[in-house]
DNA sequence: TTGTAAGCGTTATCAA
DNA sequence: TTGATAACGCTTACAA
């Protein structure tokens, strides 16, 4: 009776060869303690001549765990999320994890759709930004008991892990710093108003002009969406239309994310106008290439890569059961000095 | 005789509810022509109360298909690839696939790792930036008959797809210009020497040179690894130490990557030296924010969505088995004309 | 149009 | 220490 080859090798087709029964192939090919080392070596030895790699869909729905970790982002077109997703492969890497990685363009409806599809692929855990801190779909995440850390807002139910960074602190710590350098009216470029960080930089920039007793100016508040050229086109019209701000003159812009921030050097360049000469930028995040813009880009630093490495950490613990508590871990970002901001004298 | 919940809802469930046999609910799941349009609404509406959602493990055991594609990368911290992800992505999520993201940091073994973890999980296609072209790991795939495409890379095997950016033209079109603008010492700056875009992009700087009848002088090519640091350390140290270079006078670097770029500006601020009255300056790839330094960098234009979404498109089509011929698509680049080079007169 | 039953490649349980 | 057998949740002949 010959055994020819099958198309993939597999775990039966190893057994005959070497003829044991599939279930000792099994056990050595996992190192189970129950396995003679003799035959182990044997198995190991026959698997290796004949190519044999492992069905990890199999594999996966029999045992439960497919030692894949989903990623969900808002927005991977935001360099923001660059160094999170090298931290969080390169940690993924060391211990032979794979990464599924989404983008749901801050659209609940494909936020929802991606929590699905992960529990629908069996992810041992996902890594969520999610596009809003009471998001129903962090509910999905909750019911079905999956394992998950939230990145980038504090979402609002208790039984979820999250490596926040701060927002409401570089907010303040921006405003409070461009506060000392005698700014008064701060233009507030936020991001769009349903978003979880709008919120939380708002309350910080509100506080520090508290501190300041200056009082808020409505006008000087606008949502608008994170990117390059939304930063520039919207401060184009405003450059045109000073009504758009009350007729405020303000003297400096602080920026939700740094992306607006370049729109904002984009719109200098071609209005002609100086930064910081006539408007003082800080920014956020400390995104790649800031500090080589020119005047290199004062902003506040996110550490980005910790919060990937500490979402991995969290979410391996919790996966191998060692440590079931909820982590909710606060990053603060720091402010970086550089040169757009100028000193009002 | 009650029939309770199970921990996860599944189609046997669905068929208990329902009053049917399992075979009816895949069938009015996948919206199979056999099934009746009535107790396939019936079905639709019990699965969706149920929160139910496919076990898409055993759906890929079985049915061989996973609608997952595999994207590995060479370096995930290079910008470059950003882009390219992300029009990959945006494509795949129109046809409900999903991504899995991996980094082979230019080691061949960790590609090899990383190729055998695609074909474990039994993607549909892969898309691959190949440490190296003629790498043994392709021939892994072919084998295996797993559809793929290399990008950034021409492979030595006939029998795959690729969808390449010429970095022959790129260092081609690059030197012309810099000679053009009177530059007859050009200092190229290349990545690892065993990088197969090295080798690409020496051919185009080697043969531009030729064509202006200008003898290369070997002591100005150089190989070293593609990050900031990287750029910036070694120039420093040309700059220090000019027999490096042969103690030849340079007046414009040619770099495989815009990050070497940046590092020579960072150089530039740190040593105080001016880009381009000093040196000029051209890069690759046109990554994100080098049209904001100071001065723009002149840089040739890599067409990374594109890359992404043709990559996306040949697999696709040769998932649905509608086209069996292996694509072979070489994209130019283009240069763009900013800050960085001056002009010798 | 529907149901029965086998099977995808593993692992887990139990008995030998 | 090993093997037989069932099961994970789905699809797919084939029969009804």
Known sequence: MSSKKPKKVNIKYIAKIAGVSPSTVSRALRDDPNANKETKKRILKIAEELDYYPNLLAKGLRSKRTKTIGVILNDLKNPLYYDTIKAIEDKLNEVDYTMILCDSNYSQEMERKNIITMLSKGVDGVILSPVNAKSENIKIIIENNLKAVCIDAVPNYKNINYVYVNHEIASFVATEYLIKNKHQHILLLNGPYQLSSSKAFLKGYLKALKKYSIKP?????????????????????????????????????????????????????????????????????????????????????????????????????????????????????????????????
Chains 1, 2 share one sequence.
């Open 217 to 345: 100016n409505r006008a000087l508040i606008k949502y608008i969406d994170l990117s390059i050229e939304s930063g520039c086109e919207f401060f184009k019209k405003i450059y045109q239309d000073r009504k758009i701000v009350g007729n405020i003159n303000f003297t400096s812009i602080l920026c939700l994310s740094d992306l607006l921030a370049i729109g904002i050097y984009k719109a200098s360049h071609e209005l002609g106008f100086s930064i910081p000469n006539n408007y003082s930028v800080i920014g956020y995040d400390n995104i790649f290439a800031t500090e080589y813009l020119s005047p290199p880009l004062t902003t506040v630093h996110a550490p980005k890569i910790r919060v990937g490495k500490y979402s991995v950490d969290i979410l391996l613990e919790q996966i191998e059961g060692k440590d079931t508590e909820f982590k909710k871990i606060d990053l603060e970002p720091r402010l970086v000095e550089r040169g757009s901001v100028k000193k009002i004298s």
